[in-house]
Nanobody
Framework: QVLLQESGPGLVKPSQTLSLTCTVS??????????WNWIRQPPGKGLEWMGA???????FYSPALKSRTSISRDTSKNQITLQLSSVTPEDTAVYYC??????????WGQGTQVTVSS
């Protein structure tokens, strides 16, 4: 059973860069045909897909966030990293990492709350 755990600072100041890590256990992030996604949910709103990194390292980004988002991986640590630059209070959300294959988002982390505030 694959487990995903998000970690990172709970509070970020406006204009700074948010950095989150998703640590994966019970499965390799390089396993064929799996994609590792970052998804967020602002308070009172629906889920927003931010981007993903595939098993081969290819990255995909939401057009709305592409200019501010970077997703990378550390295969030695089996971790996925999200960086979101120039954050504003509108980036306040619960951030999730999720594993997907064939449009089936079958495994999710518990999520981590990030608040952007001075």
């Amino acid at each position: 059973q694959v487990l995903l755990q998000e970690s990172g600072p709970g509070l970020v100041k406006p204009s700074q860069t948010l950095s989150l890590t998703c640590t994966v256990s019970g499965g390799s992030i390089t396993t064929d045909y799996y994609y590792w996604n970052w998804i967020r949910q602002p308070p009172g709103k629906g889920l927003e897909w931010m981007g993903a990194i595939g098993y081969s390292g290819t990255t995909f980004y939401s057009p709305a966030l592409k200019s501010r988002t970077s997703i990378s991986r550390d295969t030695s640590k089996n971790q996925i990293t999200l960086q979101l630059s120039s954050v504003t209070p509108e980036d306040t959300a619960v951030y999730y990492c999720a594993r997907e294959r064939g449009y089936d988002f079958g495994s999710w982390g518990q999520g981590t709350q990030v608040t952007v505030s001075s």
